[in-house]
């Protein structure tokens, strides 16, 4: 059973940067490369949006249109990290941000069509965008 835990987030001025970090644990074993990871965001009263998704086996990377160029999705295999660098914050982008894994999945498919069913989820961590 994996546990994944956030951090990172904070409130920060339009223009701004963040770094978000998960750490993912009870790997039993398996590298995180075995995992496609990603994050997945939701605002008050909007549905989750799969913000990118990412497949360090081969990859394969997924932006959702309204982050792309702002935001890079990474991992540390050896530290089992997952970041999300995010520059030139707008206030639309304030939401919790969660970090999800699964191993049986595509990025396009756990970015999009199954944004609320990964396997495995974290506790979320706040992003506020706010002048």
């Known amino acids: 059973q994996l546990q994944l835990v956030e951090s990172g987030g904070g409130l920060v001025q339009p223009g701004g940067s963040l770094r978000l970090s998960c750490v993912i644990s009870?790997?039993?074993?398996?590298?995180?490369?075995?995992?496609?990871v990603g994050w997945v965001r939701q605002a008050p009263g909007k549905e989750r949006e799969g913000v990118s998704c990412?497949?360090?086996?081969?990859?394969?990377?997924y932006y959702s249109d309204s982050v792309k160029g702002r935001f890079t999705i990474s991992t540390d295999n050896a530290q089992n990290t997952v970041h999300l660098q995010m520059n030139n914050l707008k206030p639309e982008d304030t939401g919790v941000y969660y970090c999800?894994?699964?191993?049986?999945?595509?990025?396009?498919?756990?970015?999009?069509?199954?944004?609320?069913?990964?396997?495995?989820w974290g506790q979320g961590t706040q992003v506020t965008v706010s002048s």
């Open positions: 990412f497949s360090s086996s081969d990859g394969d990377t």
């Open positions: 999800v894994a699964d191993a049986i999945t595509t990025v396009l498919y756990m970015c999009t069509v199954a944004v609320n069913n990964s396997e495995y």
């Open positions: 009870g790997l039993s074993g398996r590298p995180l490369d075995y995992f496609q």
